[in-house]
């Protein structure tokens, strides 16, 4: 605490000083949404006259320094009317400003030369998705999806046919920290990767950084999936509900004290598991659910204080019950089975905002993550009404993090952004634990508990990143990460250098290049690409290092008019201490022995990602296309030699497109392309009743497959059509919004897998397909 006092006393220090010496002022506040007041981050506040200035933070503060006298500021966020104060800048000014949403997007005027983010942000390959085109999206059974949407960007893929799991530029779905409000989220699937967790109308906006990471972000590999979550409207109560398909959802907000505490509830759930009931026989139900809710209240105490308290929880739940009764020897006897399957993430942040002075924010954030997945099952066998038999089982897996953290944004001087902080975790693995207990009235009774004992880690980290003007067009972003992973008597350590640059060629053109080196502790046994419930987080050990890559990019943004953009990036990224099953080794449900069952070795991805975006008018989208390839390497795998990822793909395709035709309607349209995954099949099949040493051989009667390579087929390319659209009619008290929307809608018969069979006693390769169109349906209502 004494260090922490004599630090804060050297910047205030350093305040005064600045001041005396340099004759100039500060204008310090919040930029808000005037009609709910939440807060907009990275709004644009900058002098008319000379173009000095800054972005508000993710907590919607900015702070801006300037020479004493009148100044022309300029308040400005991309589908928010502009606004100017002429300030008579005399001393240091709070001023807060609230910003109105525009009718049309085409309608927004920017004074001056307005900023365009893509251009003048020292950040590369960094994505900003708003949920409006989330939601105007076509959407899989009228579910709207963040993580789908993700997944039309370029240098992102999805694992398999609908699922919700990201593939960022050759990394696999364990490398990406997705952040909620700060909390990481450890499982981000519901229904085995269909759906994500996250609930679009608790959303507020949504950050992909695919490379170039700030210095605040580490722990992964390939990719930071930053969430935020809803404050609540601090103005009036609004509320909605949507019933589809397969769900139902709501969500309400409203101020609890107008302009100073606010709350947002959004919750949905699904209802397979209710229709299907009425067709069960008497003696059998069963079923499968899923749910989410999330819940957000913010306080302010004043001007300079401000309390935020969120949580969310979701769950996937199977259930069967079997109880069957029948005469014999002229008694009852009955038997019950009852076997619950359930998985899910309870998440929880409080954070609180503290402005020390009108250059220093600060924010202290104390969080709790959890995720669970559970067996539970039980047997009963009663005669004559008593008890002869009953077993249970249970089972039980999960990570739970608690972590402590305190961030710092500094503004110096109008060419310095500085950020810096600093986080502990105390991360419990439970690797999987499982209990039996049997009796029966003719036998002794079981009753034992086995499995891995949980693992108890300690991570602590810091960091310090400035967001630094050298000149008019050139600017920098130069940080240091730092890392400590302590974990049963071993420890690991990283020192982790990122930098971006940004030269501005003219007020259409900037040229960007980025490097960063990040390190992950943590690993994911895993069997499938679909995001199973029962895959295992492990920390390092001993044995099996942290994960490390090393990732640098070049690229362009080109904006030859208003609200359009051409980016084109360049990327090459080394992996090292990756993870791969050994020849026949599997995993399912325990960590026991895992050591031994995998090889570490390194991977290499490499590619172009080309973008074009336009963002305002009565048509918005984009398309992407990336030509990548990501190849793996093991010693005692594929013969040592490099073989392509399971999730590397030549070439990608994204179209997205949504068009206003008036207040009434809108049309969404998303196309996908994508060459087919990688898989192994054997090259050979040899009849044979004597079979040397083969790195790979297996034997099937007397024949055995030899397999050239691994991953040494292709499935067929994969690509559809989607296509969503929305009739709204204002009622006397809110909006109705019918959404019709079609999946697959050209009906293409996409490879989920392949597999061996045989036709005419000739064996032939089939393949599996998951789904055909499907149109779906969903009715809106908001007040």
Known sequence: MKYYLIFLSLFIWGEVVLHAQKNQFTISGYVSDVETGEKLLNANVYEAENLTGTISNTYGFYSLTLPKGKHTVVFSYVGYKTIQKEIDLQADLTLNVDLAPNGKLEEVTVVGKARESKLTDTQMSTEVVSMETVKNLPSFMGEADVMKTLQLLPGVQSGSESSSGLYVRGGGPDQNLILLDGTPVYNANHLFGFFSVFNADAIKNVTLYKGGFPARFGGRLSSVVDIKMKEGNEKEFHGGMQVGLIASKFFVEGPIKEDKTAFHISGRRTYIDLLA???????????????????????????????????????????????????????????????????????????????FTNKLFSNTTVTYSQYQFRVNSTQETLEHKQTTEDTYYNYKSGINDVSYKIDFDWYPTPAHDVKFGANYTYHTFKPGVEVLKANNIE?????????????????????????????????????LHVSGFNVENTFYSSFEPRASLRYLATDKLTFKMAYARMQQYIHLLSNSTIGLPTDLWVPVTKKIKPMVSHQMALGTVYSPRKGYSISLEGYYKEMDNLIEYKEGASFFGSS???EEKVEMGEGRSYGAELLLKKETGKTTGWIGYTLSKTDRKFDNINFGKYFPARYDRRHDVSVAVTHKFSDKIDLGISWVYGTGNAITLPSNTIATLEINHSDYGSYEGNTVQYFDQRNNYRMPDYHRLDVGINFHKVKKHG???????????????????????????????????????????SYTYKF
């Open 277 to 355: 009931r009425p067709f069960m026989h008497n003696e059998e139900t069963g079923g499968y659910f899923f749910y989410d809710l999330n819940a957000k209240v913010n306080h302010k105490f004043s001007d300079k204080s401000r309390l935020y308290i969120s949580a969310y929880t979701g769950r996937d739940k199977a259930y069967s019950e079997y109880d069957e009764t029948d005469s014999w020897d002229g008694k009852n006897n009955t038997y019950k089975d009852k076997s619950k399957l359930y998985w899910g993430n309870l998440t929880t942040a409080l954070r609180w905002n503290y402005i």
């Open 592 to 594: 026991q022995g895992w």
């Open 735 to 777: 909006v109705r919004t019918w959404n019709i929307s079609v999946y697959n809608a050209y009906n293409r018969k996409n490879p989920f897998f392949l597999y061996v069979g045989e036709k005419d006693d000739v064996k032939v390769l089939k393949q599996v397909s998951l789904f055909p169109i499907l149109p779906s349906v």
């Open 443 to 479: 036998e002794q009774p079981v009753n034992t508990v086995f499995g891995d004992q949980d693992i108890y880690a300690h991570e602590v980290t810091g960091y310090i990143e400035d967001n630094m003007k050298i000149t008019s067009r050139l600017k920098a972003n130069v940080g």
